[in-house]
């Protein structure tokens, strides 16, 4: 807990909880970056999951890019955010949720981009096998799930 007062009392923390317009902008940026990532990664798993067949499974690959971006802006944002109120994100079982549901999602995306795009079966009109399409629902849940999650922070303890 000592670390979580030392990060919550850093001027980053300071300026996020006391300044008119940091955290409503962090919370757009965080709001912007999570729809990158949902947008990009949900193609992507609907496609895997057999959804519009006439794209080429390797073509959605272009859309990851955009996915690292959101997350990345998401993961810049979200820890400006959680400086600002340390000690109560840390308490709150909701934000521990999220956090698992994100590791969990970081994971299978691992497996998931192995097991789809480093197969030669990507071209259109192919169909990825049976845990791949386990892999993307499951992406989906774990992202969705995380975003739930975050929005549900300010309303649990």
Do not use: C
């Not at 996915?67 to 802006?73: K, Q």
């Amino acid at each position: 807990m000592d670390f979580l007062a030392w990060l919550q009392g850093t001027a980053l923390a300071t300026a996020v909880a006391e300044t008119i317009w940091a955290y409503p902008l962090l919370e757009t940026l965080h709001a912007l970056g999570m729809a990158m990532l949902l947008g990009s990664l949900g193609l992507t798993n609907l496609r895997v999951m057999g959804y519009k067949r006439e794209l080429p499974l390797i073509g959605t690959q272009d859309l990851l890019p955009l996915a690292w971006l959101g997350f990345t802006i998401n993961a810049a944002s979200g820890i400006a955010l959680f400086t600002s109120d340390a000690i109560y994100f840390f308490s709150s079982y909701t934000f521990r949720i999220k956090l698992v549901l994100i590791a969990l999602a970081g994971v299978n995306a691992v497996i998931l981009a192995h097991k789809v795009f480093r197969e030669p079966a990507t071209s259109a009109g192919a169909e990825a096998g049976a845990l791949a399409k386990g892999l993307a629902a499951a992406s989906l849940v774990f992202w969705v799930g995380a975003a739930v999650a975050g929005r549900l922070i300010a309303y649990t303890p």
